[in-house]
């Protein structure tokens, strides 16, 4: 099985819908958000996606939602890269959102594609990259800490405990 990360411009629509039903069937709130289509159709969201990698807004940073697939196009996941930092992603989102489809969980794909993505950062010009994961998402922290992640500091939002982890690129 030959596996990559991709951006948008290569993905199927069949395949996306796939992926997105496969978060539906479980009741799960899609992750990344920037994945959810909500009332577009897949080539208003696709444009409104391709729009966000060109460059920084007003209201919007620099982002890239990369996907992790096999050669047939089967997304396994898909990653949300953030360039810049405003003052509620030093808190609220970092660097990255993440999320691997239901059924290829604790699979190790969430490994990979984060560490193919790192690259699009520095790239980027990003030499550290920030995550905030909630607590108790013990996967995610896992995969974080594997990859080298070190826990800054956590504070408490709407319930839940954020902890914050930084990565040398």
Not at 1 to 12: F, Y
Not at 26 to 42: L, N, R
Request: charged letters at 25%; aromatic letters at 12%; one cysteine or more.
């Amino acid at each position: 099985m030959d596996i990559k990360l991709v951006n948008i411009t290569a993905i199927e629509e069949i395949r996306f819908i796939e992926y997105i039903d496969a978060w539906r069937n479980e009741e799960e709130v899609i992750s990344p958000s920037s994945c959810d289509m909500s009332t577009f159709s897949f080539q208003e969201w696709k444009d409104s996606q391709i729009a966000k990698s060109k460059e920084n807004t007003q209201d919007q940073v620099k982002s890239d939602t990369l996907f992790l697939i096999e050669d047939n196009g089967y997304i396994f996941g898909a990653i949300n890269l953030r360039y810049n930092l405003t003052e509620d992603l030093l808190k609220y989102g970092g660097h990255m959102s993440f999320g691997i489809r239901p059924e290829e969980r604790k699979k190790g794909y969430a490994f990979i594609m984060i560490k193919l993505a790192l690259n699009f950062l520095r790239i980027n010009g990003v030499t550290k990259a920030l995550i905030t994961i909630t607590r108790n998402n013990k996967s995610a922290q896992y995969t974080i800490r594997k990859i080298g992640g070190k826990l800054e500091n956590a504070y408490e939002s709407n319930g839940n405990v954020i902890d914050r982890y930084w990565i040398k690129l």
